[in-house]
């Protein structure tokens, strides 16, 4: 009877082994890192207020890039252009600012510099998804010539160069913490919550799921696939938009390549 339980654990020990590898994997890279810090510095890598902060504060642009991709790889998708059209946002933002913020409240610019952004980053967002539901383009073609697209729109509109803003407000959003938590740390968390909701609690998050199951079944099931691929690379674009923007606030300044070194760590995270 012992050699038979002993037996059923060492069959199930792989399997557990296999479903939590990425956190064992993490685990083992937080341990190695607490323990180089301890004889490096004498202080704790993971208990680190300061250390802790700066990991989010870098990892909010990345995770709202990969949460617009994550939808789009769920329905089966791919999405290539997300990190030059945050960039483009953030140079629309920083030129939509420095435009109205002459003549507005720093917090009516703050506004419209925000919506510049985030609106400008749905055109290239729906462009890919006609192209690939309408038009039948290939999700890595459409998406890959939409990146040299936003990239080029980008560097055109910042004349090839950072395009800086000076904003109390702005400064407030890329600085400013509530609780000890960075906002843009919050917005993030509010982001990824709504997103979260939207895939497991609602039809939209059911038809997404449905389509990059089987396509074909899901069409005769009723779905509008055509629609709903848009409305997903539009949503894609639109959280580029809003990582923009906060690169934008984190930097008091916006930049063509902004996005560029975060769209593989994107793609991995999803």
Known sequence: MALFKFGQFSASLPRALAALWSWIFLAGLIVFFDVWARLADGSSFLFNAYNVQSILVFAAAPLLLGLGETLVIIAGGIDLSVGFIMGL???????????????????????????????????????????IARLGVPAFIGTLGMYGVARGAGYILADGATVSVNDDWLQLIGSGKVMGVPVAVIITI????????????????????????????AVRAGVNVKRHTICLYVISAMCAGLAGVLFTARF???????????????????
Do not use: C, H, K, W
């Not at 509010?190 to 396509?215: C, E, K």
């Not at 008091?252 to 999803?270: F, N, R, T």
């Open 252 to 270: 008091s300044a916006g930049a063509a390549q902004a996005g560029e070194p975060l769209l593989l760590d994107s793609i991995a995270a999803v």
């Open 190 to 217: 509010i982001v990824v919550l709504v997103l979260n909701y939207v895939l497991s609690q609602t039809r939209f998050g059911q038809y997404t799921y449905a389509i990059g199951a089987n396509r074909e079944a």
């Open 89 to 131: 946002a953030s140079v629309v933002m920083a030129q939509a600012m420095r435009t109205v913020g002459i003549d507005m409240p720093p917090g009516i610019a703050l506004v419209v510099g925000t919506l510049a952004a985030i609106l400008i980053a749905a055109i290239p967002g729906g462009i890919n998804g006609f192209l």
